[in-house]
């Protein structure tokens, strides 16, 4: 791989550069913060230093051994170009699982002590570079033993391992002072319920992320655990569905305190919603957390994991962020590959400049939104029969079935006003395009 380019520069919207920002520009102060602190974006170690083009069809289009065989040196060599490679591009978090890292051994003991090798290789990097980890996680879907799943699995001693592995991947988190440990459901869920006991594997999944949650905390780990939902793939239906269906997972098993969601762009459309409704489904729970920021193809019924580039989508997507007030421990990790026949080098610059520039676009318009202030009006107005009287009441609490139906006994030409969705999709296409 080469390594020949410079910094990523800010040059502004005339520029032509390919290899400059048009949008992002770090250092500038947008509502009260600078652009990189409300974006916190993320580099994904599994995509950029280790995809390789394998799909379906097809091998590798591209080269990432470093011209290492597999083993300690190889990753090393990996984390010198990752680090070299966010520094570049001026991105100041990266996520892993255990194994895009580290060599995995023969034993879970092996593999625990090649993580310990490389996290101390990585911790330096941090040291050095100023770099932070956004979140870890372990790779509990890859092996074989994890077909049928890994807290979720029939087999007791592949919860046993997966439990070992969580173990390691919290203390590297800890470690290297990663702010989050993240659980996407890989295996978890199930091909047919005629093999199925949905029940106990429900139960086991929520005895995993608890025992996680009391060894994370008795061991100091102040960060959020993250659950991150997607409604299939590789399993037919996985229980991390959507938000909705992680929130009463949560509440159900008194999860709510430690766990939010890592919202993925791709997964949500795969559950059949938009980004907005699970990013605004998590707000309004109070479990928005972190992102994984990339698009899919909407005529494509897979998580193709596209870096992103709707900007109508990152739009609504910061106006969600920031009606929840921000990142904290979270920020936007691009989940997200270059496409197969994108396969050079400068190819991950450019895609990531994409991204960058597509989320920083979309934090200027969301801003634009609010600041115009129409769109937050029209909402607040349509609701304002809750303002006062008998709304008033109710959103009060001091109605009961047999009081509001005396009220509405009589009530005759109620009036609802029109949605106007028509003149609001023109107002955001004013915003965007002005
Ligand atoms: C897969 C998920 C995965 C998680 C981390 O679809 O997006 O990459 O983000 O395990
Ligand atoms: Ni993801
Ligand atoms: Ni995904």
Known sequence: MEYNQQKIQFEGKESKNPFAFHYYDPEKVVAGRKMKDHLKFAMSYWHTINASGTDMFGGDTMDKTFGEPYGIERFKKKADFAFDLMQKLGIEYYCFHDVDVAPEGETLAESVKNLEIITDYLLQKQQETGIKLLWATANMFGDKKYMAGAGTSCVADVFAMAAGKVKAGIDAAIKLGASGYVFWGGREGYDTLLNTNMGLELDNLARLLTMARDYGRAKGFTGDFYIEPKPKEPTKHQYDFDVATCANFLRKYNLMDDFRMNIEANHATLAGHTFQHELRTARVNGIFGSIDANQGDMLLGWD????????????????????????TNGGLNFDAKARRQSNTYEDILLSYIAGMDAFALGLLKADALIADGRLDAFVEERYASYKKGIGKSIVEGKETLESLAAYAANLTNIQVPSGRQEYLETLVNDILFS
């Open 304 to 327: 193709t994991d596209q870096f992103p580039t709707n900007v109508y989508d990152t739009t609504l997507c910061m106006y969600e962020v920031l009606k929840a007030g921000g990142f």
